[in-house]
């Protein structure tokens, strides 16, 4: 079984009136390659007439965005063309590649009528063969995102990507990687198998759940050991937790804003593109 190395609390950060917890990158934690960065939005409940994410148009380069609608909904507009709303259970996976722009704000249902909100996100590196690849969006509701029952129904695994048991994750992704979020009833229990040499993003969004034995609460990231194959998780109370599992990149990683490239002269090369327009134009 994997070694637990760390627990890292997130930190809270707010966003304007978005309450938000940050658990990567930190202090102690720079990354667990290909992950770095997370942002947890919520669990907040907007009044009626309200304002909604703060997210307006902005640039992306080099990285992917892994988005979770827990709560809440998400409108998703970018300089490609791709717009949406993805509601509560859905998920967003953008491709940012060679530069594009885009906002994520509420819709305006939401911004009108209020309610519970609980958002999160992660950026994913790309390898450098893929940081300039041709930027794509797809979103999925619920209903059409890959799951199943684990554990005599004690547990729901919503499959996002990559393989489990033989069943696909429902979004295609340029390098292999596993990805899932997954709704745990108290005393659910599962083992999941994971190739040593990958790394694992595990994240506790509610809740609290035994990993290999050790307690891991809300708003906690876990770092592991490469010294096993195999994770038993255990709900100690209701809890929803995020599983993914990757290959390390192993490649000089330099992030500025909202660009992640291998070196400070390709995130130069990043901002002078964008101010050159070559993102793509925003006439939303």
């Known amino acids: 079984m994997r070694t637990i190395k760390n627990i890292h609390a997130a930190s809270y950060h707010p966003i304007a009136d ?10 102690k934690l720079s990354q667990i390659d290909p992950f770095i960065f997370l942002n947890h939005h919520g669990h907040q409940t907007y009044p009626k007439n309200n304002q909604g994410l703060p997210f307006g148009p902005h640039p992306h380069r080099g990285m992917e965005t892994v988005t979770f609608i827990l709560e809440g909904d998400i409108m998703h507009k970018d300089s490609g063309g791709h717009e949406s709303v993805i509601e509560a259970g859905g998920i967003q996976w953008m491709t940012a590649g060679s530069g594009l722009i885009h906002a ?4 305006d249902k939401f911004k009108k009528e209020g309610g519970d909100l609980e958002i ?6 790309l390898p450098a063969k893929h940081k300039m690849t041709k930027p794509r969006y797809l979103g999925l509701q619920k209903d059409e ?5 684990l554990d005599e129904g004690k547990i729901n695994v919503q499959l996002i990507a990559g393989e489990w048991e033989e069943k696909k994750g429902s979004f295609k992704t340029l390098s292999p ?7 745990m009833n108290a005393g659910g229990r599962f083992t999941k198998n994971i190739p040593q040499d990958e790394n694992i993003f595990f994240y506790v969004v ?5 990993v290999n034995g050790e307690v891991i609460t809300y708003r906690n990231l876990v770092e592991f050991n490469q010294d096993g194959d195999s994770l ?3 709900a100690s109370e209701d809890a929803i937790i995020i599983l993914g ?3 390390p990149l192993n490649e000089p990683m330099v992030a500025q804003g909202p660009f992640v490239m291998n070196t400070q002269q390709e995130i130069m090369q990043a901002y002078q593109d964008y101010q050159a327009g070559k993102f793509g134009t925003w006439n939303h």
Request: proline fraction near 5%; avoid cysteine; hydrophobic fraction near 45%.
């Open 145 to 149: 995102i890959t799951n199943f029952k």
């Open 18 to 27: 978005l309450i938000t917890f940050n658990p990567l990158p930190s202090a």
């Open 206 to 210: 509610k809740g609290s759940v035994k």
């Open 104 to 107: 994520e704000v509420s819709s």
């Open 177 to 183: 990687i596993t990805m899932s979020t997954i709704h």
């Open 245 to 247: 599992h990757a290959l």
């Open 232 to 234: 038993t998780v255990e």
């Open 120 to 125: 999160l996100q992660l950026w994913v590196n």
